[in-house]
């Protein structure tokens, strides 16, 4: 979600890759509908591991930043970049995979996440380039 985000918000002015602790393959479809909301489409994405990255040779190290968008990630990206000078910044955002029992308040919480997500891109970022 949130590198839909930002190229929606920066184009190409950065180098993004969402990469999470486990590769869950397939892109949740609340997600998908919230994104779809504000116009990031999702459904082509796809989240992959640090492991992942690894065994396709992505260097970590070739990257400035990584967000960490949960405890467990940023612990990960600690772990791999110990060597590397880079930085790591842990945003806590609402994880809403397990919040609400019926559809509307599971699609609210993922409203929740995605604006948090993009509210605090701006607040890092800067106003928005395209889009």
């Given at each position: 979600?949130?590198?839909?985000?930002?190229?929606?918000?920066?184009?190409?002015?950065?180098?993004?890759?969402s990469v999470g602790v486990e590769n869950d393959l397939e892109i949740d479809g609340f997600a998908i509908a919230v994104c779809a909301e504000?116009?990031?489409?999702?459904?082509?994405?796809?989240?992959?591991?640090?492991?992942?990255?690894?065994?396709?040779?992505?260097?970590?190290?070739?990257?400035d930043l990584i967000i960490a968008l949960s405890p467990a990630s940023q612990r990960r990206a600690l772990e791999l970049t110990g060597a590397y000078h880079l930085d790591i910044e842990y945003w806590p955002i609402i994880d809403p995979t397990g919040i609400g029992?019926?559809?509307?308040?599971k699609l609210t919480a993922f409203r929740q996440a995605r604006?948090?997500?993009?509210?605090?891109?701006?607040?890092?970022?800067?106003?928005?380039?395209?889009?």
């Open positions: 979600m949130a590198e839909g985000i930002a190229k929606q918000l920066y184009g190409h002015r950065f180098y993004l890759q504000i116009g990031v489409p999702l459904e082509r994405h796809r989240a992959r591991s640090f492991d992942e990255m690894n065994q396709w040779g992505e260097d970590l190290s070739s990257f029992e019926n559809r509307e308040t604006d948090q997500i993009r509210q605090r891109l701006i607040e890092r970022f800067g106003p928005p380039t395209s889009g």
